[in-house]
């Protein structure tokens, strides 16, 4: 049996994974910055190391996954400006969608989900730490910015060297105040107007590099297992958590595992494409489980454009697969029972191979499907059970309660089919047969569903099973 092997953007190689502590895997991924709706690219980050998660703990570790909320950021300030709106207001709705997105798309919630504006005590602590040791420095105009010529080592990550760098552009008017060029601020000075915690360097707020290295430290200790994020996260902010943490004297993570991007027309998504490629608006097409399925089929590192044909071809699919599994079930009398193939082991040891697995379920799908056609019990069951198990990896398992469909979805449905059934009774009556109409309203009067006949036509009420 093969063990896992994951691609760590350090070494920019795949190697064995071996975790700090035997049985345990610590994973931290930079969460969203609550600024606007979500869209399809932001989730992908979630949704991959969701498949990571899941085939850890299938593996028998156990998993704490934190992903963070940042909640202050020039970005939120300016936007609830500009809409008249408190700041936390502002990214308390955001936040919100952010979950409703990934609860959608059965991502799993993190074993902890940490706020920046609940961590400014913990955030003091490692500026405490690197000023005492002189790296960092308090400007006059009050930020706290990090000196990175005084670091042993800065941009291992990204592999870029410090003069090959542009100066960071992050606040045009702090470039006087710092002693080079590519210092980064750790923490920001309290503006007129904006909210602002105390520290010892004066009241401010802090900068965002800072807040995922004390999230860190706070939950997952000095050093951790799996540091996770998109691409363009490198560089600058995994750098300069790099920098704050090595400063302050932390091992931190081991692992660097970075998603790539979803583009549309070859460019990174951006609000330019408008609402179109919202989570909401794509939910409004197709289902939270098809969805995920588009966006969980490439693997992490590639990126994936998209496109509604893409998604429509995608959807068509799954169904497919779907329809397979509902189909067996009705034979075998039982939903399948999730079983993991060695080949599909190795695929997603293999730094989550997830287009190979792909292959393995359409594999199994034509055995499948010759098998319901040849009456073949048992091969019907391997192919099922062998699909549900990779789909449970994958997070889109039909059976998983996670994509069970509300109330609301199927009151359309439901609505139907009480037309349809009145329909039939006022027929019967039609033709006087009372025996039949009688059977039809007392089935439905069975089912909790009164109908009540008015001059516009009857209507139908439903009395809740706890009140009959
Ligand atoms: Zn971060």
New binding site residues.
């Given amino acids: 049996m093969s063990s896992l092997a994951l691609y760590n953007t350090l070494t920019r190689q795949s190697h064995p994974f071996v975790p700090i502590k035997s049985g345990e895997v610590s994973i931290y991924l930079?969460g969203a910055t609550v600024q606007g709706s979500p869209h399809i690219g932001h989730i992908r980050s979630g949704l991959n190391f969701d498949i990571l998660r899941r085939w850890l703990t299938k593996s028998g570790y156990t998993v704490t996954f934190i992903r963070n909320v940042t909640d202050i950021d020039d970005k939120i300030l300016q936007k609830a400006a500009i809409e008249g709106t408190p700041w936390w207001a502002l990214a308390a709705k955001y936040e919100r969608e952010f979950s409703q997105a990934y609860a959608a798309l059965n991502v799993l919630a993190p074993t902890y989900e940490p706020r920046a504006t609940g961590h400014i005590t913990q955030m003091i602590e490692p500026m405490a730490r690197l000023m005492e040791k002189g790296l960092a420095y308090s400007a006059s105009n009050g930020d706290v910015y990090l000196e990175v010529s005084k670091l042993d080592s800065y941009l291992t990550l990204s592999h870029q060297k410090v003069e090959d760098l542009q100066s960071s552009t992050e606040d045009v008017r702090s470039e006087s105040y710092k002693r080079d060029p590519h210092d980064f601020a750790l923490w920001k000075s309290a503006k007129e107007g904006e909210p602002s915690w105390p520290t010892p360097w004066g009241s401010g707020r802090p900068g965002w590099h800072l807040e995922?290295s004390a999230m860190i430290y706070a939950y997952l200790g000095e050093a951790f297992d799996i540091h996770g994020?998109g691409l363009d996260?490198i560089f600058p902010?995994h750098e300069n958590?790099i920098a704050q943490s090595h400063g302050a004297g932390w091992p931190f993570a081991n692992v660097w595992m970075h998603n790539a991007w979803v583009t549309a027309s070859g460019e990174k998504m951006s609000k330019s494409l408008g609402n179109s490629l919202l989570v909401s608006t794509l939910l409004k097409k197709v289902r939270g489980i098809e969805l995920r399925w588009y966006l969980g089929s490439a693997h992490y590192r590639s990126m994936m454009e998209f496109s509604q044909e893409a998604l429509d071809d995608s959807s068509t699919a799954f169904r497919r697969i779907e329809s397979f599994l509902f189909r067996a079930t009705e034979i075998l009398g039982k939903p399948p029972t999730p079983t993991f193939a060695p080949q599909f082991v190795d695929a997603m040891n293999d730094d989550l191979a997830v287009p190979l697995v792909l292959a393995q379920i359409a594999e199994n799908l034509r055995i499948g499907n010759i098998a319901l056609t040849n009456n073949d019990d048992k091969a019907i069951s391997v192919a099922a059970n062998e699909i549900r198990g990779a789909l449970e990896i994958l997070g889109c398992d039909p059976f998983d309660p996670a994509f069970a469909s509300s109330a609301a979805d199927l009151a359309p449905t439901l609505d139907g089919v009480i037309a349809l059934a009145l329909e039939q009774r006022n027929a019967a009556r039609a033709r006087k047969d009372f025996a039949a109409s009688d059977a039809i309203r007392d089935g439905l009067s069975d089912l909790g569903v009164s109908i009540e006949d008015t001059p516009q036509g009857p209507r139908w009420s439903i009395t809740p099973m706890e009140k009959r």
């Fill in positions: 930079c995922c994020g996260l902010h958590e």
